[in-house]
């Protein structure tokens, strides 16, 4: 490895960091540092982490792990010190998967002999199953929506395979993935119209292993309720290979996901009231729900440990927030954001006051920037900001709002809303599959993104956005 | 996960990359963007890190698998286009390990009866061996040189344990790396010197397992060779935690280290000949020795392939530099730098002109920023290049120079050298250990540092620094 030293120097070549923070922002800086220390020398978001992946793990809305996640979350809420927890109760889907997932592809080799290759697969979330005696059917390729339509006259009675690569030259793997979740959406429904009996759809990573990432999907009436499977894309490569060489493919699913009737679920909610204005309310979470063949560790099991990590640092240095704080761990963000919506929802009923909301939901990586409103009002605020949060290798803000999470409250009370933006490249590797562990986190980035959310919260706090 | 996509803003509240490019770099930003669609699509820099991990592994200065690692890369380099390949010979330091590393500690418990722990340790490179009678002895623990100069009358026949953990709180990882080498470095010498007879050291990292992390040492003279590990953190906690209690502990090691005579080595040099300046040369490499127990995926096969695919899409996409490009997969960074010595010994004989010297030596991971003489003369240069940079996730340049390699060129010939500066959470998690493995490099994120590598190459040649 490298034998010079880094960092000796702190003469950096960009416009935005050639200097520290101005002179009035340098108590600030001292605090966010801190904030820094201690979080970087905490052993509870690990702790937090591993309790909740390696004890609880998966934690689907309606499971019993949701239960134990619950009560691990309220625990860990009173431990780090909020001056008061509760549970927010919200009725949540509950769709289980019922069984062990499996698939094969049939077809005849040059002698015209049958052959059968196992396919690694996953029933996406909300979908209906096949039962133990399975679907088979010939298999049908299509590599867009434009294909199925052109041949939506041979779908009936067929399983619609659905190839679509993700774009690995996109930068933003997020962009990737917004360009081709419609299809382990909606793509069953589409294709369930023209008498297709399943789908498989091509998993939505940019990894290179054989992991199918599940997902929830969406039929669009009950009339296209038919069984549908994420496909490990190294098993997409030998159908498509196959196909390609004029084999004509039948395949084979069994699935047993079925919906329940709705269930009870929680939001966990601890809060740090505010010294001058404890009606005011800031809030910051992630989501608690993991799908069940994970662990949740990326998603969003590091939200979580920021948000609970947050609120431990803040105490432990002794700091008092001017608005309430409020620390919100978010129940089924996956399959129905009924969390979210149950919390945007009391609190107009309750004529709550909110001015800020962050929301953590891309992964424990390292930070790059905060998706956050910037225009007029708050450029000045944030470019002001912005050398505050450069040591923490946050050095640019993005134009956005919030997630999924904290969407509602966005919508409901018109507040700015921001989220955590990580460096994206390794998320796809993991998403949604059994590659989300605990191992694929590094606690240090994700205690850095729980850094730069702390300071972000407390400089809107202090100065307001 | 997040729903809303990403991205779909543009305005990004940094002044340095508030507008993109100006209008004399637009040219330039379509062929580095092309570069990127040609590396992110490729299949080129994973099968040649598959390749030098699976299948050669372990590569340190005189091993057979050194050997193979320069026939393979001489291959690796013609198969990429290079007008010419070559070896250039050196002579490098021979350590081999000799045998299965093991240590024990014994103690007695509270009942007064020995207790034996397993202890995880990796010889030191350059060490000499305990043979197999190993030695045993006393254990003194220090926390600093000044601990083993207040203690140097205790030492004699004695284990000197140095327990000097890694600064957690330092964000450029390299730093607590730097401030904690030196005992690695030299502490067999500095504890033989006071009678001591063999030395343990804790492992140099981050990370949370019980890996050793091994690394060269430096006998400071001939009368002070003695056998010297690296522990694992997890048995130093042990440790650690025996002799608060007021344990007192014994050590055994077992250790076959052996420094044979000097041998063969080469660096391997392909390169892009210039077509307006064929004399004057740009250098860009990495070094392919590698840790026997490692894979050499991080350390620094990563430096390696990106080296490789730099020219790759070069000749892909029919780019000829003006300037002679040298492609130079350096030997023996490890326990030596006789490659680079080597190579810049060479050049000074041949009377060449060099311009500047690139390398990558700090890991396959997402890039922050370029290691670069910022000054008078080169920032307006490194300002308006930035734009070009920032969709591949460099936002800054950092005042500073290149690493190990790329040292002597840069001594002989006062030209700018560079490094790619990664993000460094994960470095030490995985360096110098069996961590050091394929599974733990992203090619993403690889191939984003080679993107922003053939960039610089690129401005550089074009524009001078």
């Known amino acids: 490895m490298r034998k010079f030293v880094w960092f000796a120097s702190l003469f950096i070549s960009s416009a935005a960091f050639a200097q520290g923070p101005s002179a009035a922002y340098v108590g600030d800086s001292i605090f966010i540092h801190n904030i820094a220390k201690n979080v970087l020398t905490s052993k509870a978001s690990y702790n937090n982490l591993y309790f909740l992946t390696k004890k609880i793990g998966g934690r689907l809305a309606g499971s019993p792990q949701m239960v134990l996640a619950e009560?691990?979350?309220?625990?860990?809420?009173?431990?780090?010190?909020?001056?008061?927890?509760?549970?927010?109760?919200?009725?949540?889907?509950?769709?289980?998967?019922?069984?062990?997932?499996?698939?094969?592809?049939?077809?005849?080799?040059?002698?015209?002999?049958?052959?059968?290759?196992?396919?690694?697969?996953?029933?996406?979330?909300?979908?209906?199953?096949?039962?133990?005696?399975?679907?088979?059917?010939?298999?049908?390729?299509?590599?867009?929506?434009?294909?199925?339509?052109?041949k939506k006259n041979d779908l009936k009675g067929k399983i619609v395979f659905y190839n679509v690569p993700f774009d690995d030259t996109l930068l933003a793997t997020f962009q990737a993935y917004g360009k081709n979740v419609v299809y382990r959406g909606i793509g069953a429904s589409r294709a369930a119209k023209y008498g297709a009996v399943g789908v498989m759809v091509r998993s939505m990573t940019n990894g290179v292993d054989?992991?199918?990432h599940t997902g929830s999907l969406r039929y669009l009436d009950s009339t296209q309720e038919i069984p549908a499977v994420a496909v490990g894309v190294r098993d997409v490569e030998k159908m498509d290979t196959l196909i390609d060489a004029g084999k004509s493919l039948t395949a084979q699913l069994f699935t047993y996901g079925k919906m329940l009737p709705d269930t009870i679920g929680h939001n966990v909610i601890g809060e740090l009231t505010g010294t001058e204005h404890p009606d005011e309310i800031i809030t910051v979470g992630g989501h608690l729900d993991a799908w069940d063949v994970t662990e949740g560790a990326t998603d969003d099991g590091a939200g979580i440990v920021q948000t609970i990590e947050i609120l431990r640092a803040f105490k432990s240095l002794g700091f008092r927030p001017k608005h309430t704080i409020r620390f919100v761990l978010f129940a089924n963000e996956e399959n129905g954001t009924r969390g979210a919506k149950a919390y945007a929802d009391e609190a107009k009923a309750q004529h709550e006051k909110h001015i800020f909301a962050l929301e953590s939901d891309a992964g424990g990586f390292t930070p790059r920037s905060f998706s956050i409103p910037i225009n007029a009002d708050t450029k000045p605020k944030l470019d002001a900001w912005l050398p505050l949060f450069a040591p923490y290798f946050i050095n640019y803000f993005t134009n956005g709002g919030g997630g999924a999470d904290v969407g509602p409250i966005h919508e409901t009370f018109k507040v700015p809303a921001a989220e955590l933006m990580p460096d994206t490249q390794?998320?796809?590797?993991?998403h949604h599959s059994t590659n989300d562990v605990l191992e694929n986190v590094n606690m240090r980035e994700l205690k850095l993104g729980a850094i730069n959310m702390a300071a972000l919260l407390y400089l809107v706090d202090k100065y307001g956005l």
Chains 1, 2 share one sequence.
Do not use: T
């Not at 001056?83 to 094969?104: E, F, I, S, T």
């Not at 049958?114 to 059917?137: H, M």
């Not at 390794?426 to 993991?430: L, S, T």
């Open 426 to 430: 390794r998320y796809f590797d993991v």
């Open 210 to 212: 054989n992991a199918p």
């Open 71 to 150: 009560k691990w979350g309220y625990a860990a809420l009173q431990e780090a010190g909020a001056d008061n927890v509760r549970l927010q109760q919200c009725m949540v889907p509950h769709w289980v998967r019922g069984g062990k997932d499996k698939a094969a592809v049939f077809y005849k080799n040059d002698k015209g002999v049958q052959q059968s290759i196992p396919v690694n697969v996953l029933a996406l979330g909300n979908s209906i199953g096949s039962g133990p005696k399975g679907i088979k059917a010939q298999v049908v390729r299509v590599n867009d929506f434009d294909e199925l339509e052109a």
